[in-house]
């Protein structure tokens, strides 16, 4: 597929994956939808990538969303008119929503508004530079917000949700505050970020696919469960996984090589 709106490159096991539309502040269209889905069932059937770093053209935003001007126009519009038929747009933006469980290393900047937490509630480590900001404003503009804040809540306590979501344009969260409610794992310079991302999807990329895929999806299909079956699935999980991920690697030789691990 040769894609308009997002930039992939595969090396080395890692796919780096670039929202490429700064002018219009990298917000999605009908195109962009389309050549996600294409994306993440390429990626979730390429064994040669064992994990993805998502990102978004140098500007202001990571992404704002929608873009509601073009989606406007005829043909390009993202929810179908009948509403029997109408489906969520933004379930072909997610990973997991189109069952791709290679971990995605999610590198914010700028804005991240409405829309972007489609992809955002959908990846497995998101980090952010120091000039990220995270908002809803669908409330200010009359829009009942539900799709996004629901998918945030699964990464962000309640309260924190809600006033983000009822406050809309009036209010930002920024990158400490982000840090703060466990929204994102670390916060860095602008100039540092992409480094960063691509150096933590290439340490995940080193490690067993088999092993990585299978915990991915293991505890992301968890929280469709009560615990109690959840944990039973997961033992599941483990005896499937396990022969592979240990054959996919020397354990033995690992053990003698002792290294040193910092979360930062």
């Excluded at 794992?185 to 990585?212: F, G, H, N, Y």
Aim: aromatic share 8%; charged share 25%; with cysteine.
């Amino acid at each position: 597929m040769q894609f308009e709106t997002i930039i992939v490159d595969k090396s080395g096991h890692v796919a780096t994956v670039t929202i490429n539309r700064p002018d219009a502040l990298n917000s999605f269209t009908k195109t962009m939808l389309e050549e996600f889905e294409f994306l993440w069932k390429d990626i979730a059937e390429d064994d040669s990538v064992h994990a993805v770093v998502l990102r978004a053209a140098p500007g202001r935003a990571f992404s704002t969303g929608a873009d509601v001007k073009l989606t406007r126009e005829p043909g390009q519009e993202i929810m179908h008119d009948n509403v029997w038929t109408a489906e969520d747009p933004g379930d072909k933006l997610g990973p997991k929503a189109n069952r791709c469980w290679k971990p995605v290393i999610t590198a914010v900047h700028g804005m991240a508004a409405g829309g972007a937490f489609y992809w955002i509630n959908e990846s497995d480590i998101i980090i952010a530079s120091e000039d990220a900001t995270f908002f809803d404003p669908h409330v200010t503009y009359g829009l009942t917000a539900a799709l996004e804040p629901i998918g945030a809540t699964y990464r962000m306590p309640l309260g924190d949700v809600l006033r983000m979501a009822l406050l809309g344009n009036d209010e930002r969260i920024s990158a400490a505050s982000a840090l703060r409610m466990g929204l994102v794992s670390e916060v860095l310079p602008l100039d540092q970020l992409w480094a960063r991302a691509d150096e933590l999807a290439r340490t995940i990329a080193a490690k067993p696919p088999a092993a990585t895929q299978g915990t991915v999806r293991a505890i992301w299909e968890s929280l469709d469960l009560p615990r109690t079956m959840a944990l039973q699935v997961g033992l599941k999980y483990c005896q499937i996984g396990n022969p592979i991920g240990t054959a996919q690697v020397d354990r033995f030789d690992i053990m003698g090589k002792p290294k040193k691990y910092e979360i930062r």
